[in-house]
Protein backbone atom coordinates (compact mmCIF):
# COMPACT_ATOMS: atom_id res chain seq x y z
CA UNK A 1 0.00 0.00 0.00
CA UNK A 2 3.08 2.57 0.52
CA UNK A 3 3.81 2.11 -2.98
CA UNK A 4 0.01 3.55 -4.17
CA UNK A 5 0.69 6.70 -1.92
CA UNK A 6 4.03 7.06 -3.39
CA UNK A 7 4.75 10.58 -4.73
CA UNK A 8 5.80 9.68 -7.83
CA UNK A 9 2.66 7.49 -9.01
CA UNK A 10 -0.13 9.23 -10.29
CA UNK A 11 -2.45 8.88 -7.15
CA UNK A 12 -2.98 12.51 -6.00
CA UNK A 13 -4.14 13.82 -2.66
CA UNK A 14 -7.89 14.31 -2.19
CA UNK A 15 -8.99 17.94 -3.26
CA UNK A 16 -10.70 19.36 0.09
CA UNK A 17 -13.75 21.29 0.78
CA UNK A 18 -13.07 23.95 3.47
CA UNK A 19 -15.12 22.59 6.25
CA UNK A 20 -18.35 25.16 7.19
CA UNK A 21 -18.75 26.23 3.86
CA UNK A 22 -21.74 25.60 1.35
CA UNK A 23 -19.68 23.29 -0.66
CA UNK A 24 -18.64 21.37 2.27
CA UNK A 25 -22.29 20.88 3.04
CA UNK A 26 -22.73 20.38 -0.94
CA UNK A 27 -20.50 17.78 -0.66
CA UNK A 28 -21.56 16.35 3.02
CA UNK A 29 -25.10 16.15 1.72
CA UNK A 30 -24.00 13.79 -1.63
CA UNK A 31 -22.11 12.09 0.37
CA UNK A 32 -24.70 10.70 2.38
CA UNK A 33 -27.13 10.28 -0.39
CA UNK A 34 -24.47 8.05 -2.20
CA UNK A 35 -24.24 5.70 0.49
CA UNK A 36 -27.60 5.19 2.01
CA UNK A 37 -28.39 3.39 -0.79
CA UNK A 38 -31.05 5.71 -2.44
CA UNK A 39 -32.18 5.83 -5.80
CA UNK A 40 -29.18 6.98 -7.51
CA UNK A 41 -31.50 9.79 -9.75
CA UNK A 42 -32.43 11.37 -6.76
CA UNK A 43 -29.28 11.35 -5.41
CA UNK A 44 -27.21 13.60 -8.16
CA UNK A 45 -30.84 15.88 -8.37
CA UNK A 46 -29.79 19.31 -7.56
CA UNK A 47 -31.26 19.90 -3.57
CA UNK A 48 -33.64 22.93 -3.81
CA UNK A 49 -32.25 26.30 -3.35
CA UNK A 50 -28.76 25.37 -4.19
CA UNK A 51 -26.77 26.46 -7.02
CA UNK A 52 -26.66 24.32 -9.94
CA UNK A 53 -22.60 25.20 -10.59
CA UNK A 54 -21.92 24.68 -7.17
CA UNK A 55 -23.91 21.43 -7.11
CA UNK A 56 -21.96 19.81 -10.60
CA UNK A 57 -18.25 21.24 -8.91
CA UNK A 58 -18.72 19.31 -6.33
CA UNK A 59 -19.68 15.88 -7.71
CA UNK A 60 -16.97 16.55 -10.34
CA UNK A 61 -14.57 16.41 -7.27
CA UNK A 62 -15.73 13.71 -5.63
CA UNK A 63 -15.32 12.14 -9.24
CA UNK A 64 -12.18 12.71 -9.69
CA UNK A 65 -11.05 11.98 -6.62
CA UNK A 66 -12.61 8.77 -6.49
CA UNK A 67 -11.01 7.66 -9.79
CA UNK A 68 -7.33 8.93 -8.32
CA UNK A 69 -7.90 6.45 -5.85
CA UNK A 70 -8.95 3.34 -8.38
CA UNK A 71 -6.02 4.38 -10.70
CA UNK A 72 -4.17 4.59 -7.21
CA UNK A 73 -4.57 0.95 -6.42
CA UNK A 74 -3.84 -0.55 -10.05
CA UNK A 75 -0.81 2.02 -11.06
CA UNK A 76 1.59 -0.13 -9.98
CA UNK A 77 0.59 -3.51 -12.06
CA UNK A 78 0.13 -1.01 -15.06
CA UNK A 79 3.52 0.24 -16.67
CA UNK A 80 4.95 1.23 -19.76
CA UNK A 81 6.03 -2.67 -20.74
CA UNK A 82 2.04 -4.15 -19.53
CA UNK A 83 0.32 -1.52 -20.74
CA UNK A 84 1.87 0.48 -24.14
CA UNK A 85 -1.31 1.64 -25.18
CA UNK A 86 -3.95 3.38 -23.50
CA UNK A 87 -7.50 1.95 -24.96
CA UNK A 88 -11.12 1.11 -24.17
CA UNK A 89 -10.35 -2.72 -25.09
CA UNK A 90 -9.68 -4.14 -28.80
CA UNK A 91 -11.67 -1.78 -30.65
CA UNK A 92 -10.95 1.60 -28.96
CA UNK A 93 -7.09 3.57 -28.28
CA UNK A 94 -7.22 7.13 -26.73
CA UNK A 95 -4.67 9.78 -27.74
CA UNK A 96 -3.80 12.12 -26.39
CA UNK A 97 -3.23 15.66 -27.13
CA UNK A 98 -3.09 18.83 -25.40
CA UNK A 99 -2.32 21.76 -28.35
CA UNK A 100 0.99 22.33 -26.53
CA UNK A 101 3.73 19.88 -26.38
CA UNK A 102 1.50 17.32 -28.31
CA UNK A 103 -0.04 19.03 -31.04
CA UNK A 104 -1.57 15.79 -33.00
CA UNK A 105 -3.26 13.18 -31.40
CA UNK A 106 -0.47 11.17 -30.29
CA UNK A 107 -0.52 7.49 -28.96
CA UNK A 108 0.96 6.78 -25.62
CA UNK A 109 1.35 4.09 -23.03
CA UNK A 110 -1.21 3.84 -20.64
CA UNK A 111 0.46 5.28 -17.28
CA UNK A 112 1.85 8.39 -19.50
CA UNK A 113 -1.31 8.98 -20.63
CA UNK A 114 -3.13 8.59 -17.35
CA UNK A 115 -0.48 11.24 -16.09
CA UNK A 116 -1.05 13.80 -18.52
CA UNK A 117 -4.87 13.43 -17.81
CA UNK A 118 -4.93 13.36 -14.14
CA UNK A 119 -2.59 16.51 -14.39
CA UNK A 120 -5.08 18.43 -17.02
CA UNK A 121 -7.78 17.55 -15.01
CA UNK A 122 -6.36 19.00 -12.16
CA UNK A 123 -5.62 21.91 -13.68
CA UNK A 124 -8.99 22.36 -14.93
CA UNK A 125 -10.10 21.82 -11.35
CA UNK A 126 -7.81 24.27 -9.98
CA UNK A 127 -8.65 26.79 -12.64
CA UNK A 128 -10.88 29.77 -10.85
CA UNK A 129 -12.93 30.25 -13.94
CA UNK A 130 -13.99 27.57 -14.22
CA UNK A 131 -14.37 26.25 -10.69
CA UNK A 132 -14.49 29.22 -8.25
CA UNK A 133 -14.01 28.64 -4.88
CA UNK A 134 -16.42 31.29 -3.89
CA UNK A 135 -19.75 29.45 -3.76
CA UNK A 136 -22.34 31.09 -6.27
CA UNK A 137 -19.98 33.51 -7.67
CA UNK A 138 -18.59 31.64 -11.19
CA UNK A 139 -17.57 33.35 -14.24
CA UNK A 140 -18.20 30.65 -17.03
CA UNK A 141 -21.39 28.16 -16.80
CA UNK A 142 -19.88 25.29 -16.08
CA UNK A 143 -23.26 23.43 -18.02
Known sequence: LKQVFSKDKTFRPKRKFEPGTQRFELHKRAQASLNS???????????SGEDR?????VHVV????????????ICEFCTEKTCPVM???????????DDVKYKKPTALPAPQY??????WIEVQINNENIF????????EDVL
Do not use: H
Not at 62 to 73: C, P
Open 53 to 57: NDWVA
Open 87 to 97: SGGPRYEYRWQ
Open 37 to 47: GLDLKAAVQLP
Open 132 to 139: PTRVGKCK
Open 114 to 119: MNLLMD
Open 62 to 73: DFFNRINLIYGT
